[in-house]
């Protein structure tokens, strides 16, 4: 079982970027998939969530109206629209899949939201 993220990078503010995380060693289909980020000095928080097959959604106030949730089942992938960001939005941001007891993490990717 494996997610890889990717897309992140240095942006100015109000900038967007568009965050990937393919999947592979299981049936992506079949789970809700969520990004999370862990900002500089904070614990890690749940950014948008969006389960599978019927696509229910959920965002984190801070990011409503300017973050999007997406995911491509023939595809194995599932991606994060970021528009309008801010530096409150620097973090690393990881992907997650509810599988087993423990569930599985990407191993990040750094977003910079910086003049």
């Known amino acids: 079982v494996q997610l890889v993220e990717s897309g992140g990078g240095l942006v100015q503010p109000g900038g967007s970027l568009r965050l990937s995380c393919a999947a592979s060693?299981?049936?992506?289909?079949?789970?809700?998939m969520s990004w999370h980020r862990q900002r500089p000095g904070k614990e890690r928080e749940l950014v948008a969530a969006?389960?599978?097959?019927?696509?229910?959604?959920n965002y984190v106030n801070s990011v409503k109206g300017r973050f999007t949730i997406s995911r491509d089942n023939a595809k194995n992938t599932v991606y994060l629209q970021m528009n309008s960001l801010k530096p409150e939005d620097t973090a690393v941001y990881y992907c997650?899949?509810?599988?087993?007891?423990?569930?599985?993490w990407g191993q990040g990717t750094q977003v910079t939201v910086s003049s």
């Open positions: 060693g299981f049936t992506f289909s079949s789970y809700a």
């Open positions: 997650y899949a509810p599988i087993s007891r423990l569930g599985v």
């Open positions: 969006m389960t599978s097959p019927d696509g229910v959604i």
